[in-house]
C-alpha cells in the first residue's frame, strides 16, 4: 500500500463539481492514513527548491550564531534554533490499551530515546505574544526577508486551501475551520537531519524522529529525495514509506492534533517517524546521508475554542476531548517534548 498522490489543482481551476471530487478523495485518504500527497496545488517548484537552498545556507552559518537564537525549551510556541536531541518526540505519543497511538496524558513513555535532528522555527512578523529571533542580516542575507515574505504567505494560503477541501468533503459550512485562522499564527519550520549510521539505528534509543503526531489543524511537508519518512499503516499494522518521488511540488498533508479534537476523533491525526530509507534498512554499515525538510503547522487563533464540533458528538460517539482552547493544547503539547508540562486538569479548561 502507498501513500497516495493527488492533483490538488481542480481546488483552484476546477468546477464546482470538481472541487467537490477531489474534497471528496482528500477526506477519503485522510480517514484511511491521516495523511496523503498533493501536488498542483499553487506552490510551485521553483519556490520550493529556493526554500531547500535558504535552509541549506542557514544550517552552516556560525554555530555561536544558531545558539544567539536558540529556541526556549518551554510549553510556548517554537521559536528560533533548535540544537541535534533537543526535541524528544518520544514523549508525546504512546500505544494505548488498544493499539493505537494516543496523545501521552502521563509520564509513563520511556525517557531515553533521543532525536537526531536539528531545526529553526518561525512566525510571520508583527507577532505580539511569541516573535521569532531571526539569524543577523549580516550572516545569512535575504533569509530572512524571503522565508517570512515569500515562502511562509504561500504555504498559509495552500493550508488554507486543503483546509477548505476538509471542510467540503466533511460536509462542514465554508469557514468552519479556516474561520478560526484569522491571525496567522502558523509556524515554518526548516530541519535538517545530519548523517547517521545504521548501527546507530540499531540500538532502539536513537531515530531521526521517533513516532509522533503533530499539533496544529494539519502539516505540510515538503521532503527532499532522501527519504526515510514512514506513516503507521493503520490496516495492517507496522509502518508505511513515504518514499519521495522527485515531483517538484509534491507536498505531504498530514492530519494533526487539533483537526482530531473539532472531529471528536472522526479524523485521526497521522502517527509518522523518520527512520532509515527502505535501501538502506537492512544495511549492517551504512549511513544515513543528510536530509532536509520543511513543515508548515497550520494552527488556529490561539483563543478559538477546539473542542469537538456539534455534528461530530451522537449517543454512539459521545464527546472525547474537552473544549480547550488552541493554545491550552499547544501548551500541553509542547511541553511534553521538553519535560515542560503546564498545570493539568482547571487550568487546561477553556473559558466560556
Not at 16 to 28: A, F, I, N, Q, T
Not at 49 to 56: F, G, L, V
Not at 251 to 272: E, F, M, R
Not at 336 to 342: E, F, G, I, V
Request: proline share 6%.
Amino acid at each position: 500500500m502507498l501513500v497516495p498522490i493527488i492533483d490538488f489543482s481542480a481546488f483552484r481551476n476546477g468546477t464546482g463539481k470538481d472541487r467537490r471530487e477531489l474534497s471528496g478523495r482528500l477526506v477519503d485518504e485522510f480517514k484511511k492514513h491521516g495523511a496523503t500527497r498533493i501536488v498542483n496545488h499553487g506552490v510551485s517548484g521553483d519556490t520550493i527548491q529556493k526554500a531547500y537552498h535558504w535552509s541549506e545556507q542557514f544550517f552552516k552559518i556560525p554555530e555561536s550564531e544558531k545558539e544567539a537564537i536558540a529556541n526556549v525549551r518551554d510549553a510556548n510556541p517554537q521559536r528560533g534554533y533548535s540544537y541535534v536531541g533537543s526535541e524528544a518526540t518520544s514523549k508525546a505519543n504512546k500505544k494505548g490499551e488498544d493499539g493505537e497511538f494516543e496523545i501521552c496524558e502521563d509520564e509513563d513513555v520511556a525517557q531515553d530515546l533521543e532525536d537526531v535532528k536539528e531545526h529553526f522555527d518561525f512566525t510571520r512578523d508583527g507577532d505580539p505574544d511569541y516573535p521569532t529571533p531571526w539569524p543577523s542580516e549580516d550572516k545569512i542575507p535575504g533569509f530572512h526577508d524571503w522565508m517570512e515574505g515569500v515562502f511562509l504567505p504561500e504555504c498559509q494560503r495552500l493550508a488554507r486551501d486543503v483546509l477548505s477541501a476538509i471542510e467540503i468533503g466533511l460536509d462542514l459550512s465554508e469557514g468552519t475551520l479556516t474561520g478560526c485562522m484569522e491571525s496567522h499564527v502558523d509556524e515554518l519550520r526548516i530541519q535538517r537531519y545530519p548523517p547517521l549510521s545504521t548501527e546507530t539505528l540499531k540500538t532502539g534509543k536513537i531515530k531521526r524522529c521517533h513516532p509522533h503526531t503533530d499539533f496544529g489543524f494539519i502539516t505540510l511537508l515538503f521532503q527532499d529525495i532522501t527519504g526515510g519518512l514512514e506513516i503507521e499503516d493503520r490496516a495492517n499494522g507496522g509502518w508505511l514509506p513515504v518514499v519521495p518521488t522527485g515531483e517538484a511540488t509534491e507536498v505531504g498533508v498530514y492530519i494533526s492534533d487539533t483537526l482530531v479534537y473539532k472531529t471528536n476523533g472522526h479524523l485521526k491525526a497521522a502517527v509518522h517517524q523518520v527512520t532509515a530509507p527502505v535501501s538502506l534498512k537492512d544495511k549492517e554499515d551504512g549511513v544515513l546521508p543528510e536530509r532536509y525538510t520543511m513543515a508548515l503547522f497550520a494552527k488556529a487563533d490561539r483563543h478559538a475554542h477546539i473542542g469537538p464540533l456539534s455534528q461530530f458528538v451522537t449517543a454512539e460517539t459521545p464527546q472525547r476531548f474537552d473544549d480547550l482552547t488552541a493554545l491550552q493544547l499547544h501548551n500541553k503539547r509542547v511541553g511534553q517534548l521538553y519535560d515542560a508540562r503546564p498545570e493539568l486538569g482547571a487550568s487546561l479548561v477553556a473559558p466560556a
